[in-house]
């Protein structure tokens, strides 16, 4: 077993093991770290691959950006544990019979015969100033331009229905009006008035 299989089995491990973190942990905050670690060993599986521009963009966007603000999110939210654990073992049956369901259709794919091992040819070998980069936007924009289109619609889409799920209509809202402001005259909000001297006796 060469130094590249044992990374890979090592990645993998920790990989599969954070995912499961991540869907049993009671902490939120853990929750989000797990799935910190959970894409660090996925982009380290992608530099395995040779595809490191997808690797730095999983650490630049997801791990940068997204799930730090995740982790603020949590922690500044009051998250009820317990309202959140309500119907787990309700619908337990029917988590378990989807995943098994699931499980079964990868394995089927996995160990068909265009999945072998040894059907599966050689990479072929690259010139030295070969960017996966560049072979990766060729392919996206040419091959792939309507799938990436229709992924990016249905990401908008999503988007707008979580703003329009999750917007709520404050009554009775405090506001300033700027042009009232201005109009402002000194009459109008100062009065001076004139009190007699209180005399001693």
């Known amino acids: 077993m060469s130094f590249q299989d044992i990374t890979f089995y090592f990645f993998a491990t920790v990989l599969v093991a954070s995912a499961l973190g991540v869907i049993t942990a009671r ?9 910190v670690l959970a894409f660090f060993t996925c982009a380290g599986l992608w530099l395995l691959l040779q595809a ?9 966007v997801y791990v940068g950006a997204v799930m730090v603000l995740f ?9 009820n544990l317990d309202r959140l654990r309500e119907g787990f073992w309700k619908w337990f049956p029917f988590g378990a019979l989807l995943a098994l369901v699931m499980a079964a259709e990868m394995a089927m794919v996995l160990m068909g015969r265009k999945f072998s091992i040894d059907q599966m040819p050689a990479p ?7 960017s996966n980069t560049k072979e990766l936007g060729r392919l996206i924009y040419t091959e792939y331009v ?11 889409v999503a988007i707008v229905a979580a703003i329009a799920l999750t917007l709520r209509r404050r009554t009775g809202p405090r506001f300033l009006d700027p042009s009232q402001q ?3 005259k000194r009459a109008d909000r100062v009065r001076m008035v004139s009190m007699p001297s209180e005399k001693k006796e």
């Open 124 to 130: 072929p070998a690259r010139a030295a100033d070969y």
């Open 71 to 79: 982790l603020f999110v949590v922690m500044m939210l009051d998250i």
């Open 52 to 60: 490191e521009f997808l690797a730095i963009t999983l650490v630049l």
């Open 146 to 156: 309507y799938a990436f289109e229709l992924a990016a619609v249905i990401l908008l």
């Open 27 to 35: 902490n939120p905050v853990h929750a989000v770290l797990l799935l």
């Open 182 to 184: 201005v109009k402002v």
